[in-house]
T-cell receptor, first 114, second 111 residues
């Protein structure tokens, strides 16, 4: 069984469109994250939720809005997509906060904005 | 100064040799340190974590931490071609309670 799953795996869209990425974890973890990995492999935290509560909100454009309907799900909605949004987006989860706990990553969603 | 710095490589080592991957960090208050491996087109997976100064060994992998020098390293003994991947150093920054990743070092093990 997949521990952290994301859909879709690939997303190709035009500038200006709105798109969503979904993430689910079946590990029973209470903390979930969204990361963005750019073309240079730099992995940067965007958001983190603990038990549906937003605890990390990095300086990302307001066009990005995370939503956590329950602690097993964390979705990412992106409005008015721009070329610079092209990247791989990883969802991750952990039991407890970041300090001493392994984060398990999903397979990633490769977003290409044309 | 970047919060977590790694040499991007590529680091090329022959099969059977020891690969040494290095990472420095800026937050002196950091307490936990992680090494993730990422194969091309795949997601990062945890190899090791270390909290205390000194060495921690797990099979062919050894993590080394020197908090005074703000330095953490990963040694891979008897390197195999299957070890070829990007290795990401990640540091928990106590000030912001975030896990900050370095840009990764690409390791290439030559058969």
């Amino acid at each position: 069984d997949t521990a952290v799953s994301q859909t879709p795996k690939y997303l190709v869209t035009q500038m200006g469109n709105d798109k969503s990425i979904k993430c689910e974890q079946n590990l029973g973890h209470d903390t979930m994250y969204w990361y963005k990995q750019d073309s240079k492999k730099f992995l940067k935290i965007m958001f983190s939720y603990n038990n549906k509560e937003l605890i990390i909100n990095e300086t990302v454009p307001n066009r990005f809005s995370p939503k956590s309907p329950d602690k097993a799900h964390l979705n990412l909605h992106i409005n008015s997509l721009e070329l610079g949004d092209s990247a791989v987006y990883f969802c991750a989860s952990s039991n407890g906060g970041v300090s001493y706990n392994e984060q398990f990553f999903g397979p990633g969603t490769r977003l290409t904005v044309l | 100064q970047k919060e977590v710095e790694q040499n991007s490589g590529p680091l090329s080592v022959p099969e059977g040799a020891i690969a040494s991957l290095n990472c420095t960090y800026s937050d002196r208050g950091s307490q936990s340190f992680f090494w993730y491996r990422q194969y091309s087109g795949k997601s990062p997976e945890l190899i090791m974590f270390i909290y205390s100064n000194g060495d921690k060994e797990d099979g062919r992998f050894t993590a080394q931490l020197n908090k005074a020098s703000q330095y953490v390293s990963l040694l891979i003994r008897d390197s195999q071609p299957s070890d070829s991947a990007t290795y990401l150093c990640a540091v928990h920054l106590r000030a912001t309670n975030k896990l900050i990743f370095g840009t990764g070092t690409l390791l290439a093990v030559q058969p």
